[in-house]
């Protein structure tokens, strides 16, 4: 099973990405829960946004709240995280990944739930 994030770049204050996650065919929505995350220099991995399996429920972090949407295409078996309103603490690396998360709710956010990570790709938020 492998990801492949991408779409990363350098972009403005204020500006917008996309970024894209291919999922590899191992990889069924119905039973696999995706997640976007971020690390910065220094800091912890944190969680961004998930989509549950199945119904494809959302959750986002405080940080991507009201500027990020994660969206699912099950037929391409891809999983996108449009960013919104940039902002130069966004800067990190992004990466995607994917597992059977057990945990109820936002547990999804939490990156000790998955197994499968995609290799991240880098998001700088600068004038």
């Known amino acids: 099973v492998q990801l492949q994030a991408s779409g990363g770049g350098l972009v403005q204050p204020g500006g917008s990405l996309r970024l894209s996650c291919e999922a590899s065919?191992?990889?069924?929505?119905?039973?696999?829960?995706m997640g976007w995350f971020r690390q910065a220099p220094g800091k912890e991995r944190e969680g961004i946004s998930c989509?549950?399996?199945?119904?494809?429920?959302?959750y986002y972090g405080d940080s991507a709240k009201g500027r990020f949407t994660i969206s699912r295409d099950k037929a391409k078996n891809m999983v996108y995280l449009e960013m919104n309103n940039l902002k130069p603490d966004d800067t990190a690396v992004y990466y995607c990944?994917?597992?059977?998360?057990?945990?109820?709710?936002?547990?999804?956010?939490?990156?000790?739930?998955?197994?499968?990570w995609g290799q991240g790709t880098l998001v700088t938020v600068s004038s």
């Open positions: 989509i549950r399996n199945g119904d494809g429920g959302t």
């Open positions: 990944a994917g597992d059977r998360v057990w945990s109820y709710g936002n547990g999804c956010l939490r990156h000790n739930e998955y197994n499968y």
């Open positions: 065919s191992g990889f069924d929505f119905d039973y696999y829960t």
